[in-house]
């Protein structure tokens, strides 16, 4: 399975985005689909998960309210709403399908597949 992620870009504090993320070549069944970010000088951190077996959706603390994770229903396609960003929301974002263990889902240990990343800028 290939991942694309795409929908980053500039946006001023407050504001909003959605990334994308299209698999091809497969679909997202039978995978969990994680989104991460990296900050310059940071390491990858996962920010949401979402369970294609279970419909269940997780999230960290630091984006839960904001952040909602979302799958089409032919599951190919995943989104990453993401709401009343801030400057710490800055980074790149990933996308990645796997099958981690669901308690350790902000680790990029589990996640076999992954997008090519997409800078989200939060600046006034």
């Known amino acids: 399975v290939q991942l694309q992620a795409s929908g980053g870009g500039l946006v001023q504090p407050g504001g909003s985005l959605r990334l994308a993320c299209a698999a091809s070549?497969?679909?997202?069944?039978?995978?969990?689909i994680g989104w991460f970010r990296q900050a310059p000088g940071k390491e990858r951190e996962g920010v949401s998960f979402?369970?294609?077996?279970?419909?269940?959706?997780y999230y960290a603390n630091s984006v839960r309210g904001r952040f909602t994770i979302s799958i089409e229903k032919d599951k190919t396609m995943v989104y990453l709403q993401m709401n009343s960003l801030q400057p710490d929301d800055t980074g790149v974002y990933y996308c990645?399908?796997?099958?981690?263990?669901?308690?350790?889902?902000?680790?990029?240990?589990?996640?076999?597949?992954w997008g090519q990343g997409t800078q989200v800028t939060v600046s006034s």
């Open positions: 070549g497969g679909t997202f069944d039978y995978y969990g």
């Open positions: 979402f369970s294609t077996t279970s419909g269940a959706s």
């Open positions: 990645a399908a796997g099958q981690p263990i669901l308690s350790s889902f902000q680790s990029t240990a589990g996640y076999r597949y």
